[in-house]
């Protein structure tokens, strides 16, 4: 049988119910009328439930993926990453006896510009596949003026459940103990992140959130939001290679698109991407986060890092 909001099982309901209804007198058709006509509101109700929302979203999604630049665009407008002071510093110790120093970062869009990752196509089978980065004449909504390659991959993190843009961040612990500058600890590691909208960081923005999925085709943020990692996360650490930390000064140090990955429009936009906390370890514990170095901030030059999920 048809489903009751199928428009061919309400022709034939109105087919056989108006030669019934005009025998009776007119106060009567009138209420059969009305009746009908909340009956007709009540199908148009549940064809409208019948809709997927999920189904518009990936209709939306697919379209922009599609997009090209539009020939009438205004000027692109570009996004302006920065990490915002580091917090909840606090050491743990995996199940494979793994010593870590755990943390919280949060990565904002200061720009004009939206955050937005695009792939022509899904990839279920968590190859690689081509990335592009759109930029638009508008912070929301607006016209697609460019449309550039990312030398970038979406990955689909096992441990987070959902797909990831690779090589987003770089964590790396200091070591603030000898004289003069801080000197990295190991291995910093290269991290991946869900570009989402977390957090509003800007209230003078009058727009909602535009991204909420962790989608393999479709990532962002938008100017005025951040995206958020909690401390507890799976993976939002750096490890300490040679196990607990002794007495003494160190530093843990995030940069947000170390490999200018994206394009941020150029200029110091592209260099103001780092936040460094410094603390204290005393008897075992993490005192004095503060956000400078007690002398000066470290100037350590880059250290080799190990790509990571």
């Known amino acids: 049988m048809a489903p009751i909001g199928d428009v061919r099982v309400r022709t034939t309901l109105m087919t056989r119910l108006l030669p019934w209804a005009r025998r009776w007198l007119p106060g009567l058709l009138a209420v059969v009328l009305l009746a009908g006509g909340g009956f007709a509101g009540a199908l148009a109700m549940q064809d409208g439930e019948e809709v997927d929302p999920r189904q518009e979203r990936q209709q939306e999604r697919r379209e922009r993926r599609s997009l090209q630049p539009h020939p009438n665009a205004g000027p692109a407008l570009y996004p302006d990453l920065q990490t915002l002071p580091l917090r909840d510093l606090q050491f743990d110790q995996l199940e494979d006896q793994t010593s870590v120093l755990r943390f919280t970062v949060e990565i904002w869009n200061a720009g004009e510009g939206r955050v937005e990752i695009s792939a022509p196509a899904s990839d279920e089978d968590g190859e690689d596949v081509a990335l592009f980065q759109n930029l638009y004449d508008s912070a929301v909504e607006g016209r697609l003026a460019e449309k550039r390659p990312v030398a970038g991959r979406v990955i689909f993190h096992p441990d987070h459940g959902h797909w990831h843009f690779a090589n987003f961040a770089r964590y790396e612990l200091l070591d603030c103990n000898a004289p003069g500058e801080c000197q990295p600890v190991g291995l910093g590691a290269k991290v991946s992140f869900c570009l ?26 938008t100017p005025g939001y951040s995206d958020l990692y909690l401390w507890s996360l799976p993976e939002q650490w750096v490890v300490l290679p040679d196990g607990p930390l002794a007495d003494g000064e160190f530093a843990v140090r995030v940069t947000a698109d170390p490999d200018h990955l994206l394009d941020e429009g150029g200029g110091e936009r592209e260099e103001n991407n780092t936040a460094t906390a410094y603390f204290t370890v005393i008897n075992g514990q993490i005192g004095n986060v503060r956000e400078t170095g007690e002398d000066q901030p470290p100037a350590a030059t880059p250290s080799p890092v190990a790509s990571s999920p």
């Open 196 to 221: 989402i909208d977390s957090e509003l960081e800007d209230l003078d923005v009058p727009w909602q959130r535009q991204y909420t999925v962790c989608e393999s085709s479709l990532q962002g943020i």
